[in-house]
């Protein structure tokens, strides 16, 4: 069995959503500063990208969760395996994800980190699989909504692979 990649989203139009994206939150935010939570692995990538093209005060922390194991369906089983080294309480926050699938990762995540009294909390996702959505998650921010295709890039993975591609591609096995 091998795997063949198929660039969906160039490496150019991924950076230039990204830079649309910043802006926006940029002006969203004015005169305030953005608290930045990357959840890890896969939101790591992105959020590097988007930050660096915030223009307002940012701050970044860091949390990991799984809900997938080396398979490409979900488990609906969250688990956090690393939470974050600050409080929230006060802050502007801005979870930043790699995708949003089946949504029960961020359904969970957001309930939890509802409750350490964040002044506002906003999701911002790399990419959208709305065909996929099994529990409801506001969405406050997507660089673009894709059809239900397995994708790796970007931090995505397949197997821990591929998170390093500078691009967004569907992932075919053979
Ligand atoms: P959800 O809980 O089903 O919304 O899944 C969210 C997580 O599943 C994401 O943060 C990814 O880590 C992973 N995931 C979902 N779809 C894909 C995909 O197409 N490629 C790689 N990882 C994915
Ligand atoms: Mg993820």
Known sequence: MSEKIKVLLSEDSVDKRIQEIGEQISKDYEGKQVHLVCVLKGGAFFMCE????????????YMAVSSYGGATASSGVVRIIKDLDETLEGKDVIVVEDIVDSGNTLNYLLGLLKERKPASLKLCTLLDKPERRVVDVFVDYTGFAI???????????????YRNLPFIGVIEII
């Open 50 to 61: 988007l930050a660096k093209r915030i223009t307002i005060p940012v701050s970044i922390d």
């Open 147 to 161: 059809p239900d295709e397995f994708v790796v890039g970007y931090g995505l993975d397949y197997d821990q692979k």
